[in-house]
């Protein structure tokens, strides 16, 4: 046997499962405060009902299955966001708007991304369906900051970007044939200038742009002569202002990685000792059974890189209690917020359970 699992699943053991246990509930738990409930969607779906939900989705990465029961493709969700779309349109369409949930939950990828190699991820978040103004998008990403400093994540950064730029310039006051507005997305995300070039030379500022997010702001407010976009840079620079000196903040306006749906707004989270990003979000439009389109906005995070560079865990102390030691103590101890390991066996020692101190006269003491 050459390994246990399939390239890109892993089990998550101790402590990083527990670790992972304690980011979920401090990060759904800022959420709560905040009047996010949570929904938790099926795993699994139809596979109809999942892809179109969302506007601009193309077909999702998900692992798809026929249904012996029901004769029909279902799919294993890739993505909890458009599960909380079909939820506040179905089922919680009459309640009012906007609507706050929060989830956590595993989403399946079919396809590792070159970034991170692992298919079954652990993604939590928020969406707030109804609105997707300023105040609702200030809202949601301000939620995410807290939401990962409640679980100790230090050093945030976000680094916003305008999903729909190139289809707004090229509908607008810089014209290009609809049919190159994907390959042009594509080279100024690469930030191929001479790719871009090549299809229209008014968009190579664009590839200047980015940077940190005061100077990139200014230089796209140059950029912007029709006004197209003069909204979307007030909204944005709104947006910064509720966060300046708490979090690192950088623009990169023709990013286009991870946002496939996102409308105007999209931002990604990153946090210094962490390799690539830590969560993402945006602006996007639901679509309801009938048709009719309905703005939110929301955010993704992913727990595993999270735990993986060690953030959001708590020191792991654990109490070795001997052989023959009084049940009221051991008792207390857990009631004064000690982990209590008890010896089963004469020969037990605290090294062997991994235990930090020992219970010697009534007292812990550090080993
Ligand atoms: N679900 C998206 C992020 C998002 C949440 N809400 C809106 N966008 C992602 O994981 O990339």
């Known amino acids: 046997m050459t390994s246990l699992l399939?390239?890109?699943?892993?089990?998550?053991l101790p402590p990083v499962a527990?670790?992972?246990?304690?980011?979920?509930?401090?990060?759904?738990?800022?959420?709560?405060?905040?009047?996010?409930e949570r929904a938790d969607p099926a795993l699994a779906e139809f596979e109809?009902?999942?892809?179109?939900?969302?506007?601009?989705?193309?077909?999702?990465?998900?692992?798809r299955f026929v249904d012996p029961v029901s004769q029909r493709t279902l799919a294993i969700r890739p993505d909890i966001t458009a599960q909380i779309g079909r939820i506040a349109a179905t089922r919680m369409g009459h309640h009012p708007r906007p609507v706050r949930l929060s989830y956590a939950g595993p989403v399946l990828r079919l396809r590792a991304s070159q970034l991170s190699p692992e298919r079954e991820l652990l993604q939590m978040g928020c969406e707030l369906i109804g609105l997707?103004?300023?105040?609702?998008?200030?809202?949601?990403?301000?939620?995410a900051v807290e939401a990962l400093e409640a679980a100790g994540v230090r050093d945030i950064s976000i680094d916003f970007t305008l999903p729909d730029l190139v289809g707004v310039l090229a509908r607008g006051p810089l014209p290009i044939d609809p049919a190159q507005i994907a390959a042009l997305s594509e080279r100024l995300d690469a930030k191929d200038a001479g790719g871009v070039a090549e299809i229209a030379r008014a968009y190579l500022p664009l590839v200047e742009a980015a940077g940190p997010f005061e100077a990139a702001h200014h230089r796209l407010c140059a950029f912007d002569a029709g006004g197209a976009l003069t909204s979307r840079l007030d909204g944005l620079w709104a947006i910064a202002q509720g966060l300046?000196?708490?979090?690192g903040l950088t623009l990169d306006p023709t990013e286009r990685h991870g946002f496939e749906y996102q409308s105007w707004l999209g931002f990604s989270i990153f946090a210094s000792g962490v390799r690539g990003e830590i969560g993402r979000g945006g602006?996007?439009?639901?679509v309801h059974e009938d048709g009719a389109e309905e703005a939110a906005v929301?955010?993704?995070?992913?727990?595993?890189?999270?735990?993986?560079?060690?953030?959001g865990e708590?020191?792991?102390?654990?109490?070795?209690?001997?052989?023959?030691?009084?049940?009221?103590?051991?008792?207390?101890?857990?009631?004064?917020g000690w982990v209590t390991v008890a010896a089963l066996e004469a020969g037990d020692t605290p090294e062997a359970q991994l235990c930090t101190h020992l219970l010697a006269e009534g007292e812990p003491r550090a080993l």
């Open 6 to 12: 399939p390239q890109g699943f892993r089990d998550r």
């Open 18 to 36: 527990d670790a992972t246990a304690r980011l979920e509930q401090a990060v759904l738990g800022a959420a709560f405060q905040h009047g996010y």
């Open 48 to 63: 109809q009902g999942l892809a179109g939900r969302l506007k601009s989705a193309t077909a999702q990465d998900a692992v």
């Open 132 to 143: 997707d103004t300023v105040a609702a998008a200030a809202e949601i990403v301000g939620v």
């Open 244 to 247: 300046k000196g708490r979090v």
């Open 283 to 286: 602006t996007y439009t639901v």
């Open 298 to 311: 929301g955010f993704s995070l992913y727990a595993d890189a999270i735990v993986a560079a060690g953030l």
């Open 314 to 336: 708590i020191d792991r102390r654990r109490l070795f209690v001997p052989l023959g030691t009084d049940p009221a103590l051991t008792a207390a101890m857990r009631k004064a």
